[in-house]
């Protein structure tokens, strides 16, 4: 029996695919198989070494110690896609929030409470102050165009009549044939950051992306730009920020991503982290974080996965060995070798690499004993061998 730790709630979906038969799901797993985990820390977590895999039900993996779990031959995945309609519909009405006002409008009605039969003149009287433009026949530039930024590129082309321009210099064949032949491309971020009347944020966070919104990009910008940003708040140097929205170079900052410096400033809108937070993205999520540590748990298979290369496989009654390892030269011959000296066939072999990590499967015509597993074990440079059983 797998067992499978939660360190958050999650939907009761996950039951659906991790069945009573096979798993044992509590908050308190001492020695968990698996992890299911949304948005709690894990980095002073102490990670057991009965851990095969850690499933994140969300895109961003920033609280798990990936590299540990590397190191450790621990698959890490998230579940990209499952909750892009949910945030793509935020980013949406952060356009209309910021371009709009709205919220500084609605903040300003809360304070007629009391004024009687005064209000309606007063409305009118004192709506001008939250006079803004329509985003219809206006270029919106995303930077991103993965599930979240394809799906929000669309709906402003085809349905709000904006022209669209994107940058995603690693866009994925299935991004792009999602896109509208409306959106236009541009080839670096400077072009982008040039054309747009609203610029809005699809990237992950790493060290190439951390401040990429700068001065020196803000200045690239259109006086009057109205930015956005539903991917995190490190993308965005907020001393460069705040200078801009004090000078009316930015109009308008729309986040989803609060941070200190940000409550407060002026003509920014702060959501609390809501753009996952629909009951449709959370079960999504769950569901595909629970069918991938089901699949790697029973049968080896990797999809999804932030720090090991895709292993696509299929239960088809054959043992298995799959060993995951450093991506070095000569580790697929010294593995065969071992398994040839046993006198074992091997009928069908994936090796796949991703940066300095390696996975290679083995489908054998016997099964391996244990001399041979610590054999492979033993190898330099093996992190971990797993056996699956053809029975």
């Not at 690693?170 to 040039?194: D, H, M, P, Q, T």
């Not at 990009?217 to 920020?241: P, Q, Y």
């Not at 705040?242 to 308008?252: D, H």
């Not at 629909?278 to 049968?299: G, I, K, V």
Request: glycine share 8%.
């Amino acid at each position: 029996m797998y067992k499978i730790q939660t360190l958050n709630e999650i939907s009761d979906v996950i039951h659906q695919h991790l069945s009573a038969g096979k798993y044992l799901i509590a908050k308190e797993e001492p020695v968990p198989d698996g992890i299911l985990v949304r948005s709690a820390d894990m980095h002073s977590l102490r990670l057991p070494d009965s851990l095969l895999a850690i499933a994140r039900a969300g895109a961003g993996t920033n609280n798990v110690p990936v590299e540990e779990c590397s190191k450790r031959g621990i698959v890490v995945f998230n579940t990209p896609g499952a909750n892009a309609n949910a945030v793509a519909e935020l980013v949406v009405c952060g356009l209309m929030l910021g371009s709009r006002n709205i919220v500084g409008g609605i903040e300003w009605v809360r304070g007629l409470k009391g004024k009687g039969e005064e209000v309606p003149k007063l409305v009118e009287k004192g709506k001008a102050q939250f006079v803004g433009p329509e985003v219809r026949g206006k270029t919106l530039g995303v930077v991103g165009l993965g599930a979240i930024g394809a799906i929000v590129a669309n709906t402003a082309a085809q349905g709000l009549g904006m022209e669209v321009v994107g940058y995603d210099p690693f866009i994925s064949v299935e991004s792009a044939w999602s896109l509208s032949r409306a959106i236009k491309r541009c080839n670096n971020r400077e072009e982008i950051c040039s054309q747009a009347d609203y610029l809005t944020l699809h990237v992950p966070l790493s060290d190439k992306t951390r401040k990429m919104i700068d001065a020196a990009a803000i200045a690239r910008m259109k006086d009057g730009v109205h930015l956005l940003n539903f991917s995190r708040a490190e993308l965005v140097d907020a001393d460069a920020l705040r200078a801009a929205l004090e000078s009316g170079k930015v109009a308008s900052y729309v986040t989803d991503f609060p941070t200190d410096e940000l409550i407060g400033m002026k003509n920014s809108v702060v959501i609390p982290h809501l753009g996952a937070s629909t009951p449709e993205s959370e079960e999504n999520c769950a569901h595909m974080a629970a069918c991938q540590l089901r699949d790697y748990l029973e049968m080896g298979q990797i999809v999804n996965s932030v720090n090991l290369p895709e292993i696509l496989l299929t239960p088809n009654g054959s043992d298995r060995i799959l060993v995951i390892h450093e991506n070095v030269p000569s580790m697929v011959s010294a593995i065969s070798a071992a398994i040839g000296g046993k006198h074992i066939n091997i009928d069908n072999m994936q090796n796949k690499s991703r940066k300095e990590m390696a996975v290679t499967v083995l489908e054998l015509d016997d099964h391996p004993d244990e001399a041979l597993i610590r054999e492979i074990r033993a190898l330099p440079g093996v992190i971990r061998v797993r056996t699956f059983s053809g029975n």
